[in-house]
């Protein structure tokens, strides 16, 4: 699945791309990505901005982080002009222009090195809200709201239905 749409800085020229890639950070997120990284290459790449990599566990979620993305970007007018991977189960590649996005399967990633490319390039925070710091990873219990029993109602009592009376051959008398 290699669309080529046309070029993408045409097509998304005047795109805000770094608000771009933390929109599609924050879906990947949603869809239960991990180790989502944004780096950005504006000074030191010719073909990009920023490059987004994330890595899913399977490819049923590689195939629901792309759409996810895709979908978003598109409702806001934005399309990739590139697409790469489309037969692979293992990972994909979305280029709009200035934001390319990389999703990979864990030994994928690895495989290709990613991270260690882009190791000098700076990154970009993205989480929507900071860590707090000393949290143990506890999960903080509160106690459950004040719950009303429930109103008794009267039984209604309906009569049992009738049951219409069957006529037995002969036949089945002798049995």
Request: net charge positive; hydrophobic share 35%.
């Amino acid at each position: 699945m290699n669309d080529n749409i046309g070029p993408s800085s045409d097509r998304n020229a005047g795109a805000d791309f770094r608000a771009m890639a933390i929109t599609a950070a924050r879906l990947a997120d949603a869809k239960k990505a991990e180790d989502i990284r944004i780096y950005d290459a504006g000074k030191r790449s010719p073909l990009t901005d920023f490059l987004l990599v994330a890595t899913v566990d399977n490819p049923a979620q590689l195939e629901a982080v792309e759409e996810e993305i895709s979908v978003a970007f598109k409702k806001d007018g934005f399309y990739a002009g590139h697409r790469d991977g489309g037969q692979s189960r293992h990972w994909r590649v979305l280029d709009y222009g200035g934001l390319i996005v990389h999703l990979f399967e864990k030994a994928a990633r690895e495989s290709f090195s990613f991270d260690s490319i882009y190791s000098d390039y700076p990154t970009v925070k993205w989480q929507a809200r900071p860590a707090r710091s000393g949290n143990t990873g506890k999960k903080v219990r509160r106690p459950a709201a004040a719950r009303k029993p429930a109103a008794r109602k009267p039984a209604v009592r309906k009569p049992a239905a009738r049951k219409k009376a069957v006529k037995r051959s002969p036949r089945s008398a002798r049995k």
